[in-house]
């Protein structure tokens, strides 16, 4: 993702040029970039509390006919769950990741054809794909259901004509 990598390059910038002051001690020049990536990196449950979010919007973007915001979302789910791959190599669950992959290119091929059933089904798979790895992966109780309200009361999922 974007800012995040802004924020880790300027993050690395900082650290590199305080390193040798003691005061800086969250960081030292012995920290490989793997224990820097470790120790700053987003957790997954965080990672996964900003894919609830996109998951959320892109349900309100495709009923409302809203194409260019579907892609948008749906672009920014496939984003979060890389960049889980990338950064939680410590968490073997990250491995079940392209289970999501059919659902995602389903929901890319509605967007295409600018076709609410199918995004609909396509959306269906998505969710239940979530669900899967949570019970795969003892996080049965992390339900995810197809929302019944906007998740936010600040943007409007309409089409503006
Ligand atoms: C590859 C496996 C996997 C997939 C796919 C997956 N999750 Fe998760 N999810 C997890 C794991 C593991 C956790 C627990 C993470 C933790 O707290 O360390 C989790 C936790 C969560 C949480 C709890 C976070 C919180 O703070 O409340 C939410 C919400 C969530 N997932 C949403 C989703 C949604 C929505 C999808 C589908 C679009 C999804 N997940 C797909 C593995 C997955």
Redesign the pocket.
């Known amino acids: 993702m974007k800012p995040y990598s802004l924020f880790f390059t300027v993050f690395l910038f900082i650290s590199c040029s305080h390193a040798s002051t003691k005061k800086d001690e969250a960081i030292s020049n012995n920290d490989s970039l793997n224990t820097i990536m470790e120790k700053y990196a987003p957790?997954?449950?965080?990672i996964?509390?900003g894919?609830?979010m996109?998951?959320a919007k892109l349900w309100y973007a495709g009923i409302n006919d809203n194409w260019k915001l579907a892609q948008y979302e749906i672009d920014e789910?496939k984003e979060r769950?890389e960049q889980?791959r990338m950064v939680e190599t410590s968490?073997p669950?990250?491995?079940?990741?392209p289970?999501?992959y059919p659902a995602i290119d389903s929901i890319n091929a509605a967007i295409g054809h600018k076709n609410l059933i199918q995004f609909k089904s396509g959306f269906q798979l998505?969710?239940a794909?979530?669900n899967?790895?949570?019970s795969?992966?003892n996080?049965e109780f992390?339900i995810?259901t197809i929302p019944t309200a906007p998740p936010v009361s600040n943007q409007d999922f309409k089409v503006r004509r």
């Open positions: 957790g997954l449950g965080e996964m509390g894919i609830q996109h998951h789910l769950f889980a968490r669950e990250v491995k079940m990741i289970m999501m998505l969710t794909s979530c899967s790895c949570h795969a992966n996080f992390n995810i």
